[in-house]
């Protein structure tokens, strides 16, 4: 069964064409970041006009590089929530149109559900559930059990920032480059992250042994840097800080996945989302050998459309559909928590 998946939740204007739910015999994405660069993080008015008008380029090459024609495709799937509600709804257009005049199946998807099946992809030997999934986005941060391709429980979420939004929001503030994510990455590589020591995050209210915060680090570390500097000596380097907001922001998140390890007694973690591509994240987990940590190949972390196409095939195998009157959302519920 072949399905072409369509992605547009953001500013990636992404198509796919995914054979059975694992075999990916297409993969096209058109980035939009030189069009966001000049004001450091995505526009979104931008981002829609430029889906629109990419749209249909980008599926007629899916479809080709896939060496498939629009009578091939068995169903259509897109991105419907979470994510920018105007990009979303140019993805949802086409695929409405798509669907209706080949008279196939239509499938509505979570773009955070797709993200942790992205990592079943080109996969002879899937994690087998339970298992923990870490979803980690520039809009979203959550620690959760999947039971099934869409059956989670969130355990955790950020009560504020997303850890790929506070990476993005320090790149902004001192310049380092966009997207702040890959940017930061690539300095901390030449940094010592050992030259600050910022704070983590207290959540001693409630119940948060899960949850992350962001946004206490993000004003340390534009705001308050000088009183967090070990090194004294010398200017102070960018690719330092870099390498010490990347540590403090990674460790926040693991401080948290290893309290939901530990009292879940689950040792498979699937991650997924833009920052699973990030190294030091990647690294932190090899380190701990108790740990099966399962990371999507970097061309299916970000956002793409063959992990829309993928999971939509359990859908359908299911016998679900989406109705053509399915819209977009912008917001899930439960995907982000208050404090405290």
């Known amino acids: 069964m072949k399905i072409l998946g369509i992605e547009t939740s953001c500013d990636e204007c992404a198509a796919a064409v995914v054979e059975d739910g694992r075999q990916v015999l297409s993969n096209v994405v058109a980035t939009q970041v030189p069009f966001h660069a000049p004001y450091n993080g995505v526009v979104p008015e931008i981002a829609s006009r430029k889906h629109t008008e990419w749209i249909y380029d980008v599926v007629k090459e899916a479809l080709h590089k896939a060496g498939v024609a629009p009578k091939d495709i068995d169903a259509v799937a897109v991105t419907n929530r979470p994510g920018l509600l105007g990009s979303l709804l140019v993805g949802v257009s086409f695929a409405k149109a798509f669907a209706w005049a080949r008279n196939i199946p239509l499938i509505a998807i979570d773009h955070m559900m797709a993200h942790l099946y992205a990592s079943r992809l080109n996969n002879d030997t899937p994690p087998a559930y339970p298992f923990l999934g870490l979803l980690v986005s520039g809009g979203h941060t959550i620690i959760c059990r999947a039971n099934n391709f ?90 330092d800080i870099a390498a010490s907001f990347q540590k403090t922001a990674i460790e926040t998140l693991l401080r948290a996945l290893f309290n939901a390890v530990e009292d879940s007694n689950l040792t498979t973690i699937v991650a997924g989302g833009g920052v699973a591509a990030n190294s030091y994240l990647r690294a932190s987990l090899a380190e701990r050998q108790v740990l099966h940590c399962i990371f999507p190949p970097p061309e299916f972390c970000g956002d793409n459309g063959a992990m829309i196409a993928g999971i939509a095939y359990q859908y359908l195998i299911r016998g679900d559909r989406s109705p053509l009157s399915i819209t977009a959302s912008a917001r899930v519920d439960g995907f982000k928590k208050k404090y405290p």
């Open 150 to 239: 869409d059956d989670i429980t969130v355990l955790g979420t950020t009560i504020d920032d997303a850890i790929g939004e506070a990476f993005d929001k320090v790149a902004k503030h001192y310049d380092f480059g966009y997207p702040g994510g890959a940017v930061i990455d690539r300095m901390a590589q030449n940094g010592d992250s050992e030259a600050f020591r910022f704070p983590l995050p207290s959540l001693h209210k409630g119940s948060h042994r899960y949850d992350v915060s962001y946004s206490g680090l993000k004003n340390a570390v534009i705001n308050q840097s000088e009183q967090f500097r070990i090194k004294k000596d010398g200017a102070i380097k960018p690719d």
